[in-house]
Every structure is written in structure tokens, then in C-alpha cells.
């Protein structure tokens, strides 16, 4: 069976930098892309990116580019959402999912972590 | 980017009754590659249609879609209490966008 398990959640301030992660299992995750996607406090969902883990070819949302750094390590099937300097309209939940490998429609999502950037 | 546009915003209905939830793009969506989703409160979205008319493992035959260029369908034949949810559609043939949700309340 397929899961991922995303980190817990965060509570920064404005400014600060955040890593967050999302853990694969379940079969060979160096083959398969993962994406990211974000949802503010009762908003839609919005792409943010996608990032193939064997090679770390990453495709950014042209909304998200610039914004966060998408990466990867192989050797522990994880795939990581990063900033460098947090803004309180980051506040949000962002799930990782596994995307079908031939079509890019979201097969497997993680759980979600809460992101909080509040003073 | 294609835009997806869902309507309506909002849709009461009660248990039993049919429901037909919209997806427009603002351009042609490739090889029909777009997926309807499902969303109840704290939880992850779950994959219910792929490539406009197939349905994923495990979702109930009361799900259909449809649809093909610019304009698709998500159809719930006969709703059952746990169908009350938010609904996205996603396009995929170009990159990948999201539309805006359609929020099915009980009525």
C-alpha cells in the first residue's frame, strides 16, 4: 500500500525559515514524482510544484516560482517544501501527493502539515 | 496556464437527488486529462475521476463523468449523506491547475 507521511505541523514567526517534508513508502519512490500543493484557510487547492525523486527535475508553478525551493533525497524516498523567509499569507495546509506516472492527476496524498506564520 | 472555472459556487440538494457539478477551461484541455476530486473538512482530497470519465479505485458507480475539450461534468446519480463535500476539478494536460471548487450542501 502506498503512503506518504508528511511532518507535523509548524508555528513560525514572519521571516523565519521553514523545511518541510513528506516521507514515501509502499513501493519504489525514485521512479515516481511527487508534487506539492497548497490550500489557505478555506480556499481551493493550488499547484505549487513537482519534483521527480530519482533525478530531482523539478517543475514550478509559475505562481510559486521563486517563492519556495522543492527538493529531494532519494535515498530516503523524501521529497522536502522549503523557505527561506516566511510570510504570514504562507499560512496554510500544503499536502504532498503522488501524481500517476504516465498523467499527472493525484493518485496518493499525504495527510497535510499545518503551516502557522503569525507574530 | 488554463483556468478552470466550476459552477455552480455552491449546491443544495437532499439525500437521493441528482447531482451535475461543472468544469469549464479556458482553453482545450489535452487528450481529456482532467480529474474531479473530493474534499470533506480536515482531510485530504481523494481522486474520484481521471482522464474525464474514469473512475478510481474504489469510488461507487453513482460517480460519472464526462466531458471532453472545454467543458466537463461531474454527475452523482442518487446522493447519499456522505457525498456532501467540496469538489475540484483538475486539469492536467497542460501542467496542472485547479479549479476553484463547487461546495455540495444539504438542502
Known amino acids: 500500500e502506498v503512503q506518504l507521511v508528511q511532518s507535523g505541523a509548524e508555528v513560525k514567526k514572519p521571516g523565519e525559515s521553514l523545511k518541510i517534508s513528506c516521507k514515501g513508502s509502499?513501493?519504489?519512490?525514485?521512479?515516481?514524482?511527487i508534487a506539492w500543493v497548497r490550500q489557505m484557510p478555506g480556499k481551493d487547492l493550488e499547484w505549487m510544484g513537482i519534483?521527480?525523486?530519482?533525478?530531482?527535475?523539478?517543475r514550478y508553478s509559475p505562481s510559486f516560482q521563486g517563492q519556495v525551493t522543492i527538493s529531494a533525497d532519494k535515498s530516503i524516498s523524501t521529497a522536502y517544501l522549503q523557505w527561506s523567509s516566511l510570510k504570514a499569507s504562507d499560512t496554510a495546509m500544503y499536502y504532498c501527493?503522488?501524481?500517476?506516472?504516465?498523467?499527472?492527476?493525484?493518485?496518493?496524498w499525504g495527510q497535510g502539515t499545518l503551516v502557522t506564520v503569525s507574530s | 496556464e488554463i483556468v478552470l472555472t466550476q459552477s455552480p459556487a455552491t449546491l443544495s440538494l437532499s439525500p437521493g437527488e441528482r447531482a451535475t457539478l461543472s468544469c469549464g477551461a479556458s482553453?482545450?484541455?489535452?487528450?481529456?486529462?482532467l480529474a474531479w476530486y473530493q474534499q470533506k473538512p480536515g482531510l485530504a482530497p481523494r481522486l474520484l475521476i481521471y482522464?474525464?470519465?474514469s473512475r478510481a479505485t474504489g469510488i461507487p458507480d453513482r460517480f460519472s463523468g464526462s466531458g471532453s475539450g472545454t467543458d466537463f461534468t461531474l454527475t452523482i446519480s442518487r446522493l447519499e449523506p456522505e457525498d456532501f463535500a467540496v469538489y475540484y476539478c483538475?486539469?492536467?494536460?497542460?501542467?496542472?491547475?485547479f479549479g476553484q471548487g463547487t461546495r455540495l450542501e444539504i438542502k
Open positions: 483538475q486539469q492536467y494536460g497542460s501542467s496542472i491547475t
Open positions: 482522464d474525464a470519465s
Open positions: 519534483i521527480y525523486l530519482d533525478d530531482s527535475d523539478t
Open positions: 509502499g513501493y519504489s519512490f525514485i521512479t515516481y514524482w
Open positions: 501527493a503522488i501524481p500517476n506516472p504516465a498523467r499527472w492527476f493525484l493518485d496518493d
Open positions: 482553453q482545450s484541455v489535452g487528450r481529456s486529462f
